[in-house]
């Protein structure tokens, strides 16, 4: 992610002017930063685990959406666009411009990405109430890291291997790891 030209907005101006924009671009406490492109292989596995989520959650009351789609943490006053989420709220299946009660959020990593993943925007995403579990996909280490949300608002982790099946334990949904990493070389 890298800064945009010094652009600063409120919330209601950047979101009118986002939706001209040909790039996608974040905003943070009033900056906005332009996204990068994906590599194929981050496409791929986002497309993998979405499809996952799209056929498990049919004909229930929760929807899967994709990258495209964002994400409000007010309590931040920002606007991500996470690579997957899940959302079991009525509120947010009527949204046009973006989610405000994620259940599952899935970010896929990426070399320039990784650590803001891991730190400021797992920060901010722990502000949401509704979330429930942050996944991380480690492509290079063929690795799916689960945060999992417990009592007194702790975070545990669990890790799942190559040699694994993956639990989406907010969803009740177990994955295969060559789901996860299918058509990926």
Known sequence: MQAAEKIVFDSQEYLAWEELQEQK?????????????????HVVVAGNIFSVLKQHLRGSPCQAYISDMKLRVEQ???YYYPDIMVSCDKEDHKAEQYLSSPLLIVEVLSDSTEAYDRGAKFAAYRQLVSLKEYVLIDMTARR???FRRAEN??????????????????LELT???????????
């Open 25 to 41: 671009h974040e905003f943070i406490k009033g900056e906005v930063f332009a996204m990068g492109s994906a590599r194929r292989e």
């Open 76 to 78: 931040e006053d920002a």
């Open 175 to 185: 994955v295969a790891m060559d789901d996860v990493f299918e058509d990926i070389g």
């Open 144 to 146: 799916v890291e689960c």
């Open 153 to 170: 608002n702790d975070w545990l982790l669990h890790v799942t291997d190559s040699e694994e099946n993956c639990d989406f334990v907010s």
